[in-house]
């Protein structure tokens, strides 16, 4: 299926182009192009403060592009609320998890869940979801705040899965996490895409993520620095030394 | 201890239901005793007993629980429901208060429109609209002003937030004080308000100034619509967005949730609240007054909802009641019974904001979550402490 650029041959879903976005005066990302096919896994990668979750933000429509515009399967929705944004089928699981912790783990599947009403659906989506994730079936009453952190960061995912997206958006899954759970969250990726959902995941442990990516952009300091098929990046010495920490 | 955990909150829909049931009915007989007691038992009993009652637990102040009751659950829905903090609520009081004063009396009295309402007799000048409409007509007015209020200030973050609701609890019942001349009109007679209002009336009865066992049913039955409606309210769709912008708005508006939308309908839920006990209590005082509108209120109405357990509907409850009957009677008479044994002169009642203050940062130091916590807060706020001590 794949090309020599490393990249399927479907249709693009994603379309970022030429986008610039500023926290008043500070430009935090100037001037990216992505894009995103169906099917694919596609990774952000750099470091600190090179833009990737204010990418993430953007596309989300947390954040608004200053210039440039954002297309989600032939409509642009750069400047459409967070909320509509959802309802089209971009679904994130933020930076930090973010759970609702007062809330049971069932009540934040539920949560991910708001926009539909399809109640059959939803409970078959939910056991999809505790099938990938059997920890969280474990937990399903207990509050989610009083899990470990590695547990939460299932549940981030496993609600984002809720809102059936044909997008999904990862920010950095593996953080703060025990390299034991990291290698799981990371497989468990593959698993969701090869049950037909595509990804966009941002990640500063760079190199795991280009062993399960198709497609791979760099961003240093808010400007895109390469772009490539994953396994290539991942291979060249060279590139792995200057910007991805190896 | 994880046991302990899931005991707490496994099958939570099962447990809630049984306890709100417990609750519920321990409401319902407290109000019907109380009711009973005052319209059959307490007229035959001799005089140092009823003196005793009058003292310590007059139908007034039952009254004005239950409308601070109805009011302190309006704010818990913005408060604790919703987690914004607003430290401006009195102005819905005033609002629907002014609603009840327009409306029932003889104030417009170059008008005279009588629509199911209950005029003094031989006084038929003025606007008399029926009690039940009013309280719909001031509940509607007063979300409207939720809205009015809360659209341009609901996209500020917490702090900034408050601090805004506390300008407009300043600037509304200003405005009160001061509209006695609003280009020509009277609209509020200043300082020395409306009065009197009109009896409240039902199928045929009118209950007026004398008839407080039957306004404390009336009272109480609003109350306990509150109550329902604020359970009905937090298990539904919406009450489950409210709860998600207070744990992490970020990440309830990434599930979907219109953040707008859904924090101005808990202002306007909230406002219609205020509204209704503003017409409640209009009725009960038999008048409207400027003066009663102030910043205390607001934070009395706060306290109810933080000391009895922010979104807790029964902590709040008991909070309302219990700080409502300090305010309005407990501290009277406790310093009447202290200044009597010791001979002293000491006006308790003017202590209330150090007792108030006191309270609010004794339950902040040693019991965050209220007397009667929400469930949800109980199991995070004593995670790693003391999970025996929760049940």
């Known amino acids: ?246 | 201890m994880s046991d302990v955990i899931l005991e707490d909150s496994g099958v939570p829909v099962h447990l809630a239901a049984t306890n709100n049931r417990k609750w519920a009915i321990g409401f319902t007989l407290s109000v019907i005793i109380i009711f009973a007691f005052y319209q059959y038992v307490y007229t035959s009993l001799p005089g140092e007993v009823q003196n005793f009652f009058r003292a310590w637990l007059p139908l007034t102040s039952l009254g004005e629980a239950m409308i601070f009751v109805l009011m302190a659950l309006g704010l818990n829905i913005v408060v604790g429901y919703a987690g914004l903090l607003d430290l401006g609520y009195v102005a819905f009081w005033a609002l629907g208060g002014y609603v009840a004063g327009w409306l029932m009396s003889g104030f417009f009295d170059s008008k005279t429109i009588n629509f199911g309402g209950h005029p003094p007799v031989g006084l038929p000048n003025g606007i008399h609209i029926n009690f039940w409409l009013v309280l719909i007509i001031g509940g509607m007015f007063t979300a409207v002003w939720g809205v009015i209020i809360g659209a341009p200030t609901l996209r500020l973050k917490s702090d900034y937030l408050a601090l805004v609701t506390l300008g407009f609890g300043e600037i509304i019942p200003q405005f009160f004080v001061n509209g006695e001349n609003v280009g020509g009109l009277n609209l509020t007679n200043g300082t020395q308000g409306i009065t009197p209002i009109d009896d409240i009336t039902v199928f045929g009865h009118a209950f007026g100034v004398f008839d407080l066992q039957w306004k404390f049913l009336i009272y109480s039955a609003l109350a306990g619509l509150m109550i329902i409606l604020s359970l009905r309210l937090r298990d539904g769709r919406l009450g489950r967005a409210w709860l998600a912008i207070r744990e992490d708005e970020l990440a309830a508006s990434m599930m979907g949730v219109p953040l707008m939308r859904t924090k101005l309908s808990s202002y306007a839920v909230g406002a219609t609240a205020g509204g209704v006990g503003g017409v409640a209590f209009a009725t009960l005082i038999n008048g409207v007054f400027a003066e009663r509108f102030n910043f205390a209120i607001s934070i009395i109405i706060l306290a109810m909802v933080v000391l009895g357990g922010m979104g807790n509907v029964w902590g709040v409850m008991i909070g309302a009641v219990i700080l409502s009957w300090i305010n309005s009677t407990g501290l009277v008479q406790f310093g009447n019974v202290v200044n009597g044994a010791l001979g002293t002169n000491i006006n308790f009642p003017s202590f209330n904001f150090l007792i108030f203050g006191l309270l609010l940062v004794m339950m902040m130091l040693f019991r965050r979550e209220g007397f009667i916590p929400e469930a949800r807060t109980r199991v995070i706020m004593h995670e790693t402490t003391d999970h025996q001590g929760a049940h």
Do not use: W
């Not at chain 1, 989506?125 to 399903?140: A, G, Y």
């Open chain 1, 1 to 246: 299926m794949t090309t020599d650029t490393g990249r399927l041959s479907t249709p693009v879903m994603l379309d970022v182009n030429n986008i610039s976005v500023a926290y008043g005066a500070i430009t935090a990302v100037k001037g990216l192009t992505l894009n995103v096919r169906e099917g694919e896994i596609v990774t952000l990668i750099g470091s600190n403060g090179a833009g990737k979750s204010t990418t993430l933000r953007t596309i989300s429509g947390l954040l608004k592009p200053k210039s440039g515009e954002i297309s989600f399967k032939g409509e642009i929705i750069s400047g459409t609320p967070g909320h509509e944004i959802v309802a089209k089928g971009i679904c994130q699981s933020p930076e930090g998890r973010r759970i609702f912790s007062r809330m049971t783990v069932e009540e934040n599947l539920e949560m991910g869940a708001f926009l539909r009403n399809d109640h059959a659906e939803i409970k078959a989506d939910m056991d999809r979801v505790l099938e990938l994730f059997p920890r969280l079936q474990e937990r399903i009453h207990q509050k989610a705040g009083t899990m470990s952190g590695g547990e939460q960061q299932m549940l981030a995912v496993g609600r984002a899965l809720m809102g059936q997206p044909k997008l999904l958006i990862l920010d950095e899954p593996s953080m703060g996490l025990a390299p034991v759970l990291v290698d799981l969250i990371f497989e468990t990726i593959e698993k969701i895409r090869s049950q037909g959902t595509t990804i966009l995941l941002v990640e500063q442990n760079a190199l795991a993520a280009l062993r399960i990516a198709d497609y791979a952009y760099v961003l240093e300091s808010g400007n895109l620095k390469l772009e490539g098929p994953a396994k290539e990046l991942a291979n060249d010495q060279a590139i792995v030394n200057a910007y991805l920490g190896g």
